[in-house]
């Protein structure tokens, strides 16, 4: 009924930066915190940061002063900025939400994944 879809991964260069987007659609539907984690091959999925419905955020230590969420509800969209890309943040990046949807329980959604690679 809700669908999560990311987009915005790609191949860069460390040090480049890309911006990762993520749309929720469907109907009847009221989004509450979002999110983004990423899983590199061989590692668990990890979170990356957090936006609440009151746009408090938070972030892994890792990509703090190099990452910003952010949230656009007119447009059901989550963003993730990432700045000075290091070649550890190679992951498949998902986008997570957690969705009150009519006829449903509050749960959490999460998209197909996007994949960022970053090149040393």
């Known amino acids: 009924q809700v669908q999560l879809v990311e987009s915005g991964g790609g191949l860069v260069q460390a040090g480049g930066s890309l911006r990762l987007s993520c749309v929720a659609s469907?109907?009847?539907?009221?989004?509450?915190?979002m999110g983004w984690y990423r899983q590199a091959p061989g590692k668990q999925r990890e979170l990356v940061a957090r936006?609440?419905?009151?746009?408090?955020?938070n972030y892994a230590n890792s990509v703090k002063g190099r990452f910003t969420i952010s949230r656009d509800n007119s447009k059901n969209t989550v963003y993730l900025q990432m700045n000075s890309l290091k070649p550890e943040d190679t992951a498949v990046y998902y986008c997570?939400?957690?969705?009150?949807?009519?006829?449903?329980?509050?749960?959490?959604?999460w998209g197909k994944g996007t994949l960022v690679t970053v090149s040393s």
């Open positions: 997570n939400a957690n969705i009150w949807a009519r006829g449903a329980a509050i749960m959490d959604y």
């Open positions: 469907g109907s009847d539907f009221s989004l509450n915190a």
């Open positions: 936006i609440s419905g009151a746009f408090d955020t």
